[in-house]
DNA sequence: GATACCAGCTTGGTATACCAAAACGGTATC
DNA sequence: GATACCGTTTTGGTATACCAAGCTGGTATC
């Protein structure tokens, strides 16, 4: 694997795992020196996270892309678009073979599984929901939405019962799109959409003083 | 202006004018004697082209993308999704002012206006009328699909007909948004994409073997 | 004549040196 | 004590040298 790759990689997780807070400033040469990689890589990884929308420019330098609870909300707008798009697609397959493997990834999770998975689990349902319309372009859409939205899901606060209430949803989706009922497996997705942004921006409105208080930049 | 974003605009204007033909070979070296610009902005420019899909990897090497008839057809669902979603969210201002520019904007077409200006015009509707939704993920959405679509709509055979048509179905969906009917401005831009794309693969399709003939790569 | 192999060249990947501009800090002046 | 100014340091932007992998063309061998 090449060191740009390595870079983008290294860097890209320690933003989402939030090693490196939302706000921050990057300096090319402590990433230089971080991953034993030149200047040239690091420039090249920089780059490529800029057009993920993970890190942007501050002047002249880098900045890890703060949270940004107005853009949650255009996201959300955005992933009903698209996601709507792509599980009616979905309904409209001969072969939803697909839907029960992506059910089956759900069903993986249970009380002893770790958040981490859980959190994991959560955006790949809409990915992968994304890849069975078969349309490269929807997917990507979806994944990118889901990485910018990342960083905000692992932040929220969330408790048992809300796990659980996401975990029926997903399931109800697959239900209808499985079913072919593309109409219902839509306007369930709008709703599941709508209502994880709210619980998600209320979760990070109410908790913004924390937030702010362990470093990360939050934006309203 | 840094010598990336010189590298970076010069390099995608000679793309999307087809000075560069579809599936031919890029080196860095070349780019760098062309553009008078050492190979890190060349190497940084490249990236960026990259992730718009403009250039891509072959191998070790890069490549401008080919015509792409299938994902052509990929980009329509797309743009229905995220064009659709901008549409409704513009009828449902409060202010729809920004329309009656657009509409404007295509006034300024006539029967003297060069081919390359009623291309500019064309797409610029759709960029123009996303960013009225004040979405800046749709906007991006419809920006980037219009991008890869240029070089296809600029191959384009389109008789007087045709241009006309467009001119009249884009008046047709900005009135339907500015008397706020969401529904029929969705209705009317979903068949203008669906008309658009159809005339246009098909174009391309029965050309292809011209296309070629020019040094052109094109994939179905 | 075909094929296997080798040398040279091309090319992207990387490291690094140099530069200008901006940020920082300290000092002198009011 | 505040502020304006100047030198130092930091930082991104750029040019360039070097390397390894892969391609090319030619040659030698069968």
Redesign the pocket.
């Known amino acids: 694997m ?3 790759q390595n870079v983008e990689r290294q860097l890209r997780e320690m933003i989402l795992g939030l090693e490196i807070g939302p706000g921050e400033r ?4 402590w990433i230089e020196s971080r991953f034993g ?5 690091v ?2 990884a920089l780059l490529r996270l800029e057009t993920e929308g993970l890190i942007g420019r501050d ?4 900045t890890v892309a703060p949270i940004n609870l107005a853009e949650l909300g255009q996201i959300a707008v955005y992933r009903e678009a698209v996601e709507v798009a792509a599980v009616r697609l979905t309904a409209a397959l001969e072969d939803r073979g697909g839907v029960d493997v992506i059910a089956a990834m759900l069903d993986s999770c249970d009380a002893e599984t770790p958040r981490e998975e859980w959190h994991r689990v959560g955006m790949d349902f809409h990915i992968e929901l994304a890849r069975l319309s078969g349309n490269e372009f929807l997917l990507r859409a979806v994944r990118d939405a889901m990485t910018r939205l990342s960083r905000a899901r692992w932040l929220e606060v969330r408790d048992e019962k809300a796990l659980g209430r996401a975990w029926a949803e997903h399931h109800a989706i697959l239900a209808a799109a499985r079913a072919g009922d593309a109409d219902e497996a839509a306007r369930l997705l709008s709703a599941h959409i709508a209502g994880s942004r709210d619980r998600l921006v209320t979760s990070l409105h109410d908790d913004r003083r924390g937030l702010r208080a362990r470093g990360f930049a939050v934006v309203e």
Chains 1, 2 share one sequence.
Do not use: C, K
Not at 26 to 29: H, Q, S
Not at 59 to 62: A, D, I, L, N
């Open positions: 090449s060191q740009m990057l300096t090319e040469r990689a030149s200047r040239t890589p420039r090249a002047g002249r330098g880098w």
